[in-house]
């Protein structure tokens, strides 16, 4: 049963050294071989919060394994711990629960391929020019990466909706890779500024839907809020469209502040946040994350630009994504929704 995943590399991508140390600013993912690289602090944390027993955590990575390659012997997929952590530490090291996550990130990719095919940082260099998004430079208090993004500078004619998704990936997949993120998970701050129709209405539900079954059921990281702000009179159309996809505890995390910058800074102090923020964290700069990702091309063609890991592996119908049967019943759906954003508009 190992013979087929002997014959493809089990490890994770190289990642060059030169480049690490150029952003240090963002912390290193574990060695190759791995050893743990978690405070003392963290390591309480992730016992407390994930069920992590650093005693047995090896042999809990050696029990996934042992279930992927007697459960999905066709799978190509990395074998290595310190991939393998990142979904048991998704799941609170429910073994089962790690494992469907893992489908789940690889069915994805199948699902969705104007995402995933040739993806790597240089296709979505149109996305990063253009000030879609940047990973601010200091984590909160609680030690979690802010994610920001900014839809607003996005219009339709610019490029499709899909390389947004692209970006984020992206930029979730290089998130993930230290150990800290894994155990504190990340904030995402979502500024609205000059959303209009157009880019509410664009995405529409079927798309929504992909995106939040990825986030939520097909990637290894913990989401701990969702901060939104400046958000338009048209935003209850648009979370219209998301919520009914949320999971309660997710719906829960979304926080609104309107333009309202001091309930801002009682979930993200001000010392992390730039000045466009109301921050004293200098001005928002949005080329070092852009620079971190195009330094990491490499890592990103051996990760992605791969052939399918699911050919040949036998998934249920009712996996993860519906498919397209169920456009017709989305589009119905959008045609409502569409009308309400007319209608706060």
């Given at each position: 049963m190992a013979d087929q995943h002997e014959s493809i590399d089990l490890g994770g991508p190289t990642v060059d050294s030169s480049a690490a140390a150029v952003h240090s600013w963002f912390p290193s993912p574990p060695p190759p071989i791995y050893s743990c690289t978690l405070t003392p602090e963290l390591v309480a944390k992730a016992r407390e919060e994930l069920q992590e027993k650093p005693e047995w955590r090896l042999r809990d990575v050696q029990a996934l394994r042992d279930m992927i390659l007697k459960e999905q012997p066709n799978l190509r997929t990395r074998l290595d711990d310190a991939f393998l952590l990142r979904f048991l530490r998704?799941?609170?090291?429910?073994?089962?629960?790690?494992?469907?996550?893992?489908?789940?990130?690889?069915?994805?990719?199948?699902?969705?391929?104007?995402?995933?095919?040739?993806?790597?940082?240089?296709?979505?260099?149109?996305?990063?020019?253009?000030?879609?998004?940047?990973?601010?430079?200091?984590?909160d208090p609680n030690g979690r990466y802010i994610l920001c993004l900014r839809p607003g500078k996005w219009k339709p004619n610019d490029y499709p909706f899909v390389d947004n998704v692209r970006a984020i990936y992206l930029t979730l997949e290089k998130l993930i890779q230290p150990e800290e993120t894994q155990v504190n998970g990340i904030v995402i701050l979502a500024d609205y500024t000059g959303v209009g129709m157009s880019q509410a209405s664009n995405p529409g539900p079927f798309l929504a839907k992909k995106v939040v079954s990825i986030l939520q059921d097909g990637f290894p990281i913990r989401i701990k809020a969702v901060n939104i702000i400046n958000e338009?009179?048209?935003?209850?159309?648009?979370?219209?469209?998301?919520?009914?996809?949320?999971?309660?505890?997710?719906?829960?995390?979304?926080?609104?502040?309107?333009?309202?910058?001091?309930?801002?800074?009682?979930?993200?102090?001000?010392?992390?946040?730039?000045?466009?923020?109301?921050?004293?964290?200098?001005?928002?700069?949005?080329?070092?994350?852009?620079?971190?990702?195009?330094?990491?091309?490499?890592?990103?063609?051996?990760?992605?630009?791969?052939?399918?890991?699911?050919?040949?592996?036998?998934?249920?119908?009712?996996?993860?994504?519906?498919?397209?049967?169920?456009?017709?019943?989305?589009?119905?759906?959008?045609?409502?929704?569409?009308?309400?954003?007319?209608?706060?508009?």
């Open positions: 998704a799941r609170k090291f429910d073994y089962d629960r790690a494992l469907q996550l893992l489908l789940n990130y690889h069915a994805g990719r199948k699902a969705w391929p104007e995402v995933f095919q040739d993806l790597k940082p240089s296709t979505v260099k149109h996305v990063l020019d253009l000030g879609f998004l940047t990973v601010l430079p200091r984590p338009p009179r048209i935003f209850k159309g648009i979370f219209a469209i998301i919520k009914p996809f949320l999971k309660e505890k997710m719906a829960e995390r979304y926080i609104l502040h309107g333009s309202d910058l001091r309930s801002l800074h009682r979930n993200i102090p001000r010392s992390v946040l730039p000045e466009e923020y109301g921050g004293t964290a200098g001005q928002l700069d949005m080329s070092a994350w852009s620079r971190l990702l195009l330094d990491c091309e490499e890592e990103f063609v051996v990760e992605f630009c791969q052939p399918d890991p699911l050919e040949g592996v036998v998934l249920p119908e009712s996996m993860l994504f519906e498919g397209e049967q169920a456009s017709g019943h989305d589009d119905d759906t959008f045609r409502g929704l569409r009308s309400q954003l007319y209608y706060c508009y």
